[in-house]
């Protein structure tokens, strides 16, 4: 790795930090021609993984049944040198457990809609992630390889 890459990499708990202080991440699966399939999706961290809930007949989930391999992106920054993200090449584990997808479900929804608690969503929350647990599948993305940045570190900041 070349020192100005080197320079600009996160640590450890830097990439944790960044990944626990964002809601969205990019998801691409490889397409049946190929071609990635990206989407963006919410996201919690859980046990330092990526993990976030979808449709269990959606695009993604079909490509992920046939080839688990996947990048997920998450970034931030508007400016060249606020630029921060974190790429990570890895597996996706689909679990079809309804109290996991639950649970990955009640976290994302608590993210989502930036409150402290799932109590705090209401009845009307609650039954609807309920609801929904039922269509879903959950999403654990196991890394193979990890790549960071942080282009404030290029101005010291």
């Known amino acids: 790795m070349s020192a100005g890459r080197e320079k600009v990499r996160l640590s450890e708990?830097?990439?944790?930090?960044?990944?626990e202080g964002n809601i969205k991440v990019q998801v691409a699966a490889n397409g049946h021609d190929g071609h990635p399939h990206l989407t963006t999706l919410f996201y919690v961290v859980r046990d330092g993984r990526i993990a976030f809930w979808t449709y269990?007949?959606?695009?993604?989930?079909?490509?992920?049944?046939?080839?688990?391999?996947?990048?997920?992106?998450?970034?931030?920054?508007?400016?060249?040198?606020?630029?921060?993200?974190?790429?990570?090449?890895?597996?996706?584990?689909i679990v079809r457990d309804r109290e996991t997808i639950l649970e990955i479900g009640k976290a994302v929804s608590v993210r989502?809609?930036?409150?402290?608690?799932?109590?705090?969503?209401?009845?009307?929350?609650?039954?609807?992630?309920?609801?929904?647990?039922?269509?879903r599948v959950g999403v654990i993305i196991h890394p193979d390889r990890v790549a960071s940045w942080d282009h404030r570190k290029m101005t010291g900041g």
């Open 13 to 19: 708990a830097e990439v944790q930090g960044l990944l």
């Open 56 to 93: 269990g007949r959606s695009q993604k989930i079909v490509n992920l049944e046939r080839d688990p391999r996947v990048t997920a992106l998450v970034e931030d920054g508007t400016d060249y040198f606020e630029l921060r993200g974190v790429s990570i090449e890895g597996r996706a584990e």
């Open 112 to 135: 989502m809609f930036g409150v402290d608690s799932f109590e705090a969503l209401g009845d009307v929350g609650a039954q609807t992630v309920e609801k929904q647990a039922d269509k």
